[in-house]
Nanobody, 117 residues
Framework: QVQLAESGGGLVQVGGSLLLSCAAS????????MGWYRQSPGKERELVAT???????NYADSVKERFTISRDNADNSIYLQMNSLKPEDTGVYYC???????????WGQGTQVTVSS
């Protein structure tokens, strides 16, 4: 059974930092493009950042130079270090795994991030 378990969300003030974690199980982790997406109130789910096995990353323009995605292939985990948080970063953050051979895509349950001003 595939499971993507997110943790690390919470309430933080503007300018603060949070570290999100996602532990994956039930998938061949090295064969998956891993990523973080978020859904803000009243908006559609959007890409935040992705990372491939070799460490190549991709970021939404809105989070570049503030967020850093990383992965630990030994622990089947990815992380999202979020710095200089803004109110518009508020939302539910989802961990995503997409098989590079097109064999499946999976989502975590999401973790709430709230940035207060």
């Amino acid at each position: 059974q595939v499971q993507l378990a997110e943790s690390g969300g919470g309430l933080v003030q503007v300018g603060g930092s949070l570290l999100l974690s996602c532990a994956a199980s039930g998938i061949n982790f090295r064969r998956n493009l891993m990523g973080w997406y978020r859904q803000s109130p009243g908006k559609e789910r959007e890409l935040v950042a992705t990372i491939v096995k070799g460490g190549i990353t991709n970021y939404a323009d809105s989070v570049k130079e503030r967020f850093t995605i990383s992965r630990d292939n030994a622990d089947n985990s990815i992380y999202l270090q979020m710095n200089s948080l803004k109110p518009e970063d508020t939302g539910v953050y989802y961990c995503n795994a997409r098989n590079i051979l097109g064999l499946g895509e999976y989502w975590g349950q999401g973790t709430q991030v709230t940035v207060s001003s």
